[in-house]
């Protein structure tokens, strides 16, 4: 039996078709296609990666070694006498570890400044609301730096540019798209203002950028699915907001003004999460898509 055989028996075995075997690898169905008719053989991630999957060992796979049944360690020699076996060391699979020393330690630093922010400030005569709210940021990214293990920095930093983005929002009304009025804008409107709305749009280009070099080494096989769901993700993305702005949005800003603007903090609010929602997928549409290229690039190279 060849070695582009036992893929294909250990494959159908388990019940995966060549699209579902590729999926799992990240590598395009072709390549798999290649590997059982003998065009190809995978790289010695992949082959590692299937020793895994099809729960056999390397020689079993490559060379169609069986294992021994009882797992031993002893073979028979010629002469009768035994021989020692040895076997082909275990693949060693991705590490599992909790967050380590620092992370947890920076964790419960900030857990520290949460409780000394939510429970000192009313003390001190501040107002109890206020004083939970400065100590969100805290509690959450402490939360995070204590039980995720990878990218507590990347989350953190969204999680800071969110609640200060809503608080400005809130407070002040301002917010990163005031920077699209820049050219007609005015001295009396406060130049501050703008300043403030660049320095929000800074900070998002570069938690973008960061999120991206993050998940450069993501691979995505490009089959014909994955690719509609893209584009059908980034024409979703350029015509909703036009779309809720007018049905929703634009209705809502006037009934407000009918109304003397009572109840403004729900538009406010509402806005807020459109916008962060928004900005959301962009991250999201924007990994993808370069996932799936790598994937692409590296199924031409199998």
Known sequence: MTFGERICRLRTARGLSQEELAAELQVSRQSVSKWETGGSVPELDKLLRLSELFG????????????????????????GRTAERTEPPA???????????IQRIVGVVLLGFAVLFGMLLPLLGVDIAVGLLAA??????????LLVRRRAGLWCGWIW?????????????????????????????????????WAMLAA???????????FRTLRIAPTRRRLILLAAGW???L??????NKAVFVPWIQALANNGFAGEWRYTLANFLWSGLRFLALNVLAVCSLALRRGRRSAGGD
């Open 91 to 101: 693949a060693p699979g991705p590490a599992r570890r909790g967050p380590d020393g």
């Open 161 to 197: 540019c969110a609640l200060t983005g809503a608080y400005l929002r809130y407070a002040t009304g301002i917010s990163w798209t005031l920077v699209f009025q820049t050219i007609g804008y005015q001295p009396e409107w406060n130049y501050i203002r703008l300043a403030i709305a």
């Open 239 to 244: 015509a909703l907001p036009w779309l809720v």
């Open 56 to 79: 056999v060992t390397l020689d079993e796979l490559v060379k169609g070694a069986p294992a021994p049944e009882d797992g031993g360690t002893e073979e028979t020699a010629a002469d």
């Open 235 to 237: 024409a979703a993305w």
């Open 204 to 214: 998002l280009a570069l938690l973008l950028m960061g999120t991206l070099r993050s």
């Open 136 to 145: 969100q940021p805290f509690l959450l990214c402490g939360l995070v730096c």
